[in-house]
C-alpha cells in the first residue's frame, strides 16, 4: 500500500518571489565585492559530490551532458568544469538566479557554460526537445525548496520526480543533496522512478547560526 507522506511545514523558501529577491541582493554583493552569496550546505558538499562523480560514475567528461536542477548561483557547475566536465548546463526558475550563475561562471573562466531560465516541474516533452536530455542531473537544495512550497507541496514534488526522471537518457544518474529529508524519505519518494545507488557519508554544516544541520547526499539512477 502506499504511504502517505507527511508534507513539511511550508516556508517562503518554497518561492519564486522570495529568489528573486534573494538573487537580486547577491547580484549588487558580487558586483560591489565579487561575493558568490550563500554556499548552501557548506563549501565542501558540492565538491564531495562531484568528487564521487567523476572517481566513481563511469561518465564521459567530454560528450555526456549533465544539468543542474537549481542552479543558484552557479557555483556547483564550476566544480563539475574544474573537474573537467564540458558539457554543463544549469537552469533555475529565477532569472535573477541565472543573472547571477552568467556573471560567476564568466568570471571563474567557464563562460561556455550553458544557462537557462526553467521551470522544473513545468510540463516538458523530451521528444520534441531532444536537447533536453541528460546523463546526470544534479540537485542541491532544489527539490527541499519546493517541497517547502506554500501550496500543495505534494503535487510540485510529484511533477518534480517525473520531469526529472523525464529528461534522463536510459542508464542515467540523479545525484542529491537534501538537508530537509532523511535518506528513507527519500528513497520512498522517488522509488517508483529511481534506485538507490550509493549514499555519501553524511556530514553537518552550519546555517543561520545554527549548527548540526545535518545533510543526505545520495546518488540515484534511473529505472
Ligand atoms: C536552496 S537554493 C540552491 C541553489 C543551488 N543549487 C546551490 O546549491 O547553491 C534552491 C534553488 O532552487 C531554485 N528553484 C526552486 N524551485 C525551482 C523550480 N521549480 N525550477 C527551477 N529552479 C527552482 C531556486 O531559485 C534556488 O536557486
Known amino acids: 500500500m502506499e504511504k502517505s507522506i ?3 511545514t511550508t516556508s517562503e523558501l518554497g518561492t519564486l518571489e522570495y529568489w528573486e529577491k534573494t538573487y537580486s541582493l547577491e547580484i549588487e554583493n558580487f558586483q560591489d565585492h565579487s561575493d558568490v552569496g550563500e554556499v548552501w550546505f557548506g563549501t565542501d558538499s558540492s565538491i564531495k559530490i562531484v568528487k564521487f562523480i567523476s572517481t566513481r560514475l563511469s561518465l564521459s567528461k567530454e560528450s555526456d551532458r549533465i544539468i543542474d536542477v537549481g542552479c543558484g548561483n552557479g557555483m556547483t557547475l564550476v566544480d563539475f568544469a574544474k573537474a573537467g566536465y564540458e558539457n554543463l548546463i544549469g537552469v533555475d526558475y529565477s532569472q535573477k538566479a541565472i543573472d547571477l550563475a552568467r556573471k560567476v561562471v564568466n568570471e571563474e573562466g567557464f563562460p561556455t557554460i550553458k544557462l537557462q531560465v526553467h521551470d522544473i516541474i513545468a510540463p516538458v516533452n523530451v521528444c520534441e ?3 533536453f536530455q541528460f ?7 532544489t527539490y527541499d525548496a519546493i517541497s517547502l512550497h506554500p501550496h500543495d507541496p505534494g503535487d510540485k514534488r510529484k511533477r ?9 537518457s536510459d542508464g542515467g544518474f540523479f545525484a542529491l543533496t537534501s538537508c530537509n529529508w532523511t535518506k528513507d524519505e527519500l528513497i520512498e519518494h522517488f522509488k517508483d522512478y529511481f534506485q538507490l545507488v550509493h549514499e555519501l557519508p553524511s556530514k553537518t554544516f552550519s546555517f543561520g547560526g545554527q549548527t548540526g544541520n545535518k545533510i543526505t547526499q545520495l546518488i540515484f539512477v534511473k529505472k
Open 6 to 8: 507527511d508534507e513539511l
Open 129 to 131: 526537445d531532444h536537447e
Open 135 to 141: 546523463k546526470l542531473a544534479h540537485d542541491k537544495g
Open 160 to 168: 518534480y520526480i517525473r520531469n526529472v526522471h523525464k529528461i534522463l
